[in-house]
């Protein structure tokens, strides 16, 4: 199947700090990508829709101004969480697809700890 | 608003056991049905993808059912391993939902040697 490579896969960092975290597809162009959080033993929970070239649509719930997301390219999306607190310590992942409608593919995670 | 709903939250079988994971959703107008297997601490791997046209998928010992009309999906695992241990999910795209996936709960599976 089609690679999605997440960067980095673990990060620590202070409270107050801006953590940005790129999301990749490998072997094909995604029209679209997208950015869940995920806490433990529980489900994903999407955070925000992003298309190439055009401005992410975020959830119901989610700060948009807090969680930056830049999908500059159609291969390459970043979510920047800025002024990061210790209740934004998760477990972040990104998926993308080709088309509208195909197969959804993961990158393996970000873990995110803000002390 | 669609909802997923998968049964059971958590099972534990004997290896060598055929199993059957639940997956139930409230909006039958579905453009397709995915199945994914995530590992502790890891991301998620896509295991079966059945378009809304389709009855079912297979994949080795692998074999996800769909009824659009009653809303409903199964994944049979054939002969389970203890490499098998994972949570399962499934996730619709609806029709109304914008490209977006809605995902179930999981169902945590072990594998007991």
């Known amino acids: 199947g089609a690679v999605v490579s997440q960067h980095p896969s673990r990060v620590i960092c202070k409270s107050g700090t801006s953590v940005k975290i790129e999301c990749r597809s490998l072997?094909?162009?995604?029209?679209?990508m997208f950015w869940y959080r995920q806490f433990p033993k529980q489900s994903l929970m999407l955070m925000a829709t992003?298309?190439?070239?055009?401005?992410?649509?975020?959830e119901q719930g989610v700060e948009k101004d807090k969680f930056l997301i830049n999908h500059a390219s159609l291969t390459l999306s970043t979510l920047t969480v800025t002024s990061a607190h210790p209740e934004d310590s998760s477990f972040y992942i990104c998926?993308?697809?080709?088309?509208?409608?195909?197969?959804?593919?993961f990158g393996e995670g970000s873990r995110l700890t803000v002390l | 608003k669609q909802e997923v709903t998968q049964i059971p939250a958590a099972l534990s079988v004997p290896e060598g056991e055929n199993l059957v994971l639940n997956c139930s959703f409230t909006?039958?107008?579905?453009?397709?049905l995915q199945w994914f297997r995530q590992d502790p601490g890891k991301g998620l791997t896509s295991l079966l993808l059945?378009?809304?046209?389709?009855r079912e998928q297979t994949s080795g010992r692998l074999n996800a059912s769909l009824d659009k009309s009653s809303g409903r999906s199964t994944l049979y695992i054939a002969a389970s391993q203890p490499g098998d241990s994972a949570t399962y999910l499934c996730?619709?795209?609806?029709?109304?939902?914008?490209?977006?996936?809605?995902f179930g709960q999981g169902t945590r599976l072990t594998i007991n040697p």
């Open positions: 072997d094909f162009q995604a029209t679209t």
């Open positions: 909006d039958s107008a579905i453009y397709n």
């Open positions: 992003s298309n190439e070239g055009s401005k992410a649509t975020y």
């Open positions: 996730a619709v795209t609806s029709v109304q939902g914008a490209q977006k996936l809605v």
């Open positions: 059945i378009q809304s046209s389709q």
């Open positions: 998926s993308a697809k080709a088309s509208a409608f195909g197969e959804l593919f």
